[in-house]
């Protein structure tokens, strides 16, 4: 029992951070349908600002962290302007924004291995590894945080997609840009919005990864996890992939507890593989249903 | 009130629209008949900014109007697409409240969202439900209660008969002129000639891309070429 909650706790702490990245997948898959694969090298870049601005620049972990939030959400719209916007100008099909998402990825990727190098890099301990016992239980503080953060930042952006008037036209977009164009908003303005809500929580999602593991050029490779998360939570819906994330998370650690870790991976996608062929549209698959 | 000054639009290599003028009054209901192709949406899709045309101009109260589709909603001119594109995802009052995106006068919104409600009570009825459970018919009353929303001085309906239950087509036009006496001026285009040619002011034939023939509704609906093309012998015409 002590064991199966002491996993659950890691898994959502994982869960939360898939999710954080996930959200970002969708957010910009429900408006312009494609998988911004250069999301992946967003958040990496997340884990190196973080780093940096507490190991060189020496800033309190809340200011690092600020800082790079901040400057992934600049790189987002930078990518969007680059390696988007010129496409949705001259209306291109789908399978170009795929391949120029590649590209951005492959670019951030490289930008960083010419310029930082390839090694792996280990971020400072901010917060002490002794952890926090409650009863028979002991959580690491870090796990404890990350969570905690994490699901603050998720509820304030449904809360800001549920409450906001720019949050509704996000919505809208996400089912028609033309009609939401109709309603006199400003769809430039609703896709910039949508790369920097997503953009922020990429570097809140490179921090906490950088902290939990280590921080090289390749991290964004295994964001393509959170990506399937989405797509197995429904790609296009915020709790789609905050759900997906955080059964991925749960199954992860449970079978890296359980089992063995060189079959998380494994075990993890046959899973979701599995529900995908039952469940094409995945758990909370956007709504598509229109009688006119 | 508007002006459409030889207008070419080109998309895909077909060139869609070949040099149509057209104006409409203040207070008018202007309708431009044609078949299937013959340009109507995409004339629509232009003046509200979706295509770009190759050669001409749309003036608006004198001025050229803006390039982006959200300004010219600004500046007064709304839109009911064809297939109502309603937002299903979203319940029936988040979807009128849309159409008040860019205006910041609260009691003014609410006022214009109770007399939508006056005019569409099944609406109201209907406010918390998701609008995608809405019917057909429900969901071209939205639509249109939607524009009302944005408060525009100037709609084009594009095809809001199309699918829907004669009872309903009806109704449809029956709203046509209520907007109009609330002030609004109209551009509408309809395959339901016998219908539109009924509660227009004044018609556009619109062929290939062409203007081939204009006057007054009464005049188009008794031209023989008219009749024949668009009337069907039946006089039921439409569809």
Do not use: W
Not at chain 1, 167 to 190: E, F, H, P, W
Not at chain 1, 191 to 197: A, E, N, P, Q, R
């Amino acid at each position: 029992m002590v064991q199966f909650l002491q996993q659950l706790i890691n898994g959502l702490s994982i869960g939360s951070v898939y999710a954080l990245m996930a959200v970002g997948y969708s957010l910009v898959y429900s408006i312009m349908n494609f998988s911004n694969f250069a999301h992946g090298g967003v958040i990496m870049l997340g884990a190196y600002f973080g780093f940096f601005s507490l190991t060189l620049l020496k800033l309190p972990f809340v200011v690092a962290f600020l800082l790079a939030s901040v400057g992934t959400l600049a790189v987002a719209i930078i990518v969007e302007r680059i390696a988007y916007k010129p496409l949705r100008e001259r209306k291109a099909p789908f399978l170009y924004f795929i391949i120029s998402a590649m590209g951005a990825s492959i670019l951030l990727e490289n930008i960083v291995i010419a310029t930082i190098g390839p090694t792996f890099r280990t971020y400072p301990e901010v917060f002490s590894k002794v952890p926090i016992t409650l009863g028979p239980l002991a959580i690491g503080r870090l796990d404890l945080i990350i969570f905690a953060i994490s699901a603050v930042c998720l509820t304030l952006l449904i809360l800001f997609i549920e409450k906001t008037k720019i949050g509704k036209a996000i919505q809208a977009a996400s089912y028609n840009v033309k009609a939401c164009a109709l309603m006199g908003v400003n769809t430039d303005r609703v896709i910039l919005t949508v790369f920097g809500l997503g953009g922020f929580l990429a570097g809140v999602a490179g921090v906490f990864f950088g902290m939990k593991y280590t921080v090289y050029p390749q991290i964004g490779n295994i964001t393509t996890k959170s990506f399937i998360a989405a797509v197995f939570g429904g790609l296009g819906s915020l709790p789609g992939a905050v759900l997906g994330s955080v059964i991925l998370g749960t199954i992860e650690t449970f079978v890296a507890g359980y089992l063995s870790s060189q079959f998380r991976d494994l075990i993890a996608f046959v899973i979701l593989i599995a529900v995908l062929v039952l469940r094409p549209t995945g758990i909370m698959g956007k709504v598509t249903e229109d009688k006119a | 009130m508007l002006e459409v000054q030889n207008l070419h639009v080109a998309y895909g290599g077909i060139r869609a629209l070949k040099g149509v003028s057209l104006s409409v009054q203040k207070g008018e209901i202007v309708t431009i008949i044609g078949a299937n192709g013959a340009g109507k949406s995409t004339l629509l899709n232009t003046i509200s900014g979706f295509l770009k045309p190759v050669r001409g101009s749309v003036l608006y109260n004198g001025s050229a109007l803006p390039r982006r589709p959200d300004l010219i909603v600004k500046s007064g001119i709304c839109h009911v697409p064809e297939g109502r594109l309603i937002f299903a995802n979203l319940s029936v009052q988040d979807n009128l409240m849309l159409g008040a995106y860019l205006r910041n006068d609260k009691k003014a919104i609410q006022a214009d969202l109770e007399k939508v409600f006056a005019i569409f009570p099944r609406l109201k009825e209907r406010e918390e439900q998701r609008a995608g459970t809405l019917s057909g018919g429900e969901q071209q009353m939205l639509a249109m209660g939607r524009a009302l929303m944005t408060n525009g001085e100037f709609i084009l309906m594009d095809e809001p008969s199309l699918g829907l239950a004669p009872l309903l087509v009806q109704t449809v036009f029956e709203i046509i002129e209520r907007f109009r006496s609330m002030g609004k001026t109209i551009l509408l285009v309809e395959q339901n000639a016998f219908k539109a040619l009924q509660v227009a002011d004044r018609a556009y034939i619109l062929e290939q891309g062409k203007i081939v023939k204009e006057g007054s509704a009464r005049e188009l609906a008794r031209d023989p070429a008219v009749k024949e093309a668009y009337l069907g012998s039946r006089s039921r015409g439409g569809g």
